[in-house]
């Protein structure tokens, strides 16, 4: 099959692994709906047309997990997100064992046998990634493989800085970067994508650090580089990126975390900061500044029914409040009566929010 066919005289089928997953997961939540409307009486199709709709919906999921191989139930999904974690450690170790092999046996080598394997060696890794990406849908073996590959190539390159005694400079997060991301859209991997936009936060990190004057490798003692870099990350979901609408979470994600790390960072060491002012004043600024953003980002996610973004808001305005509560009170207060104010807190937190959730609910309906 190919993303141009149809089912039956039905709908297209999807295009990509994420949007077929979705339309499984409405699939399975229309028929639990339409069984508790039929068990409580509100509604009651014949015969000929529930099992019309089954049929259709059968064969749906039939093609769907045959062309993307998608989870079809609650425990296939479990599953899959096991898997997901596996390959992850999985990359992890397999990429600890390339480092320590190249260390291991790199003095017993040649210059030019060294440098073979290291031109070599990330390129080989790349046709296990394309090997394994033909036979697999899922792409849990092309996104572990993707992760060692990229794990060579990072240290291919500082072994060949080492060799041939080339400066170092943030060119090499430029570069780790372009590496990640045109693997991760070859691929659709978003594991690896995380790995690229990381790499190109750094990378713009450093080099607005060196307009400034300080050494390139220096860029996290000015956070505000890093508040930059996350916000065009951010703002890179607003180009089209047609065909892989499954990357735009990860970019925002992984731009609004940096900004609000960055900002916690700054709302603790004012030192950090460009602005010429006391510490303790920028210091209070940034904290403000990180519960107004906070704010606009759970709104903003509510708004956009973007769930992992309100998530995050939630989170870290949870830990701007906390962390606040830590400056005024933990010095001076029984430990025991702290931390009962903050349980205390939490709860009043959920009696508005709840409160908050009935007047939102009231209103959609």
């Known amino acids: ?198 790499c190109l936060m750094g990378y713009l990190a450093a080099t607005m650090g060196t307009w400034s004057g300080i050494y390139w490798l220096s860029f996290g003692e000015r956070p505000e580089n890093i508040i930059i870099a996350g916000l065009l990350l951010f703002l890179a979901v607003f180009i089209s990126q047609r065909g892989y609408a499954e990357f735009l979470p990860v970019y925002r994600i992984v731009g609004l975390l940096a900004i609000f790390i960055a900002i916690l960072i700054l709302s603790h060491w004012g030192m950090g900061s460009y602005l010429m002012y006391p510490p303790k004043q920028i210091q209070n600024c940034y904290q403000i500044g990180g519960f107004v953003l906070s704010g606009l980002v759970i709104w903003l996610g509510i708004r956009r029914s973007w769930h992992g973004v309100v998530n995050l808001g939630s989170t870290f305005f949870v830990i701007f409040l906390y962390t606040k509560f830590y400056d005024w009170w933990w010095d001076w207060m029984p430990k025991y009566v702290f931390f009962l104010i903050l349980g205390g807190i939490a709860i009043g937190l959920l009696f508005v929010l709840g409160k908050m959730r009935s007047l939102l609910r009231e209103v959609t309906s």
């Open 1 to 198: 099959m190919d993303g141009s066919e149809t089912l039956g005289s039905g709908g297209r089928l999807p295009e990509s692994r994420n949007e077929a997953q979705q339309r499984a997961d409405r699939i399975r939540l229309f028929g639990l709906e339409l069984e508790c409307l039929e068990n409580e009486g509100i509604l009651s199709l014949p015969e000929e047309q529930k099992d019309a709709v089954a049929t259709y919906h059968s064969d749906l999921l039939n093609a769907l997990a045959h062309r993307f191989d998608i989870d079809t139930s609650s425990t296939a999904r479990q599953m899959s997100m096991g898997m997901r974690i596996v390959s992850f450690l999985g990359a992890l170790a397999l990429s600890a064992a390339v480092f320590f092999f190249f260390y291991r046996f790199w003095g017993l080598l040649s210059t030019t046998v060294q440098t073979t394997i290291l031109v070599a060696s990330p390129l080989m890794i790349l046709l296990g990634v394309e090997f394994a990406a033909r036979r697999e849908k899922t792409l849990y073996f092309a996104s572990l493989i993707s992760l060692v590959a990229f794990a060579a190539f990072v240290l291919d390159l500082s072994m060949l800085g080492q060799i041939y005694t080339i400066t170092p400079s943030q060119n090499a997060f430029l570069a780790w970067g372009a590496f990640a991301m045109v693997v991760a859209y070859t691929f659709r991997l978003r594991l690896i994508l995380v790995a690229g936009l990381l």
